[in-house]
């Protein structure tokens, strides 16, 4: 905070101020939410949804480019970004994958 410049949120368009808010309550919706699942499932299958949060982002960013949207600037995710992202979904489906089959084992 002691380095933060607080006079350029005096230039913020009542739109960009809606969005500020947004993005806050859904901060808070989210983390909110969040906790509660920790309560309701196990960790490990929490986390899964953690890990797939970054590519719910980037199929959202994509959708944003094909509609056009003039406000938000796209970044070109290079052949890097999406093996990193077939890695998370590989990585995903193995830690369910064996949760799964641990738990048939155990029945």
Not at 34 to 43: D, H, R
Not at 56 to 66: F, K, Q, S
Not at 76 to 105: C, D, H, N, P, W
């Amino acid at each position: 905070m002691p380095i933060t410049d607080f006079t350029q949120f005096l230039n913020l368009s009542l739109m960009q101020w809606l969005l500020i808010f947004f993005l806050g309550a859904n901060t808070l919706i989210a983390y909110g939410t969040l906790s509660e699942a920790f309560s309701y499932l196990p960790a490990n299958q929490v986390s899964i949804i953690i890990t797939l949060a970054p590519l719910v982002t980037m199929i959202v960013m994509g959708i944003l480019h094909y509609f056009h949207v003039a406000w938000l600037p796209y970044e070109s995710i290079k052949t890097q970004g999406y093996f990193g992202a077939l890695m998370i979904i590989l990585g995903a489906v193995l830690v369910v994958g064996m949760r799964a089959s641990k738990s048939r084992e155990q029945k």
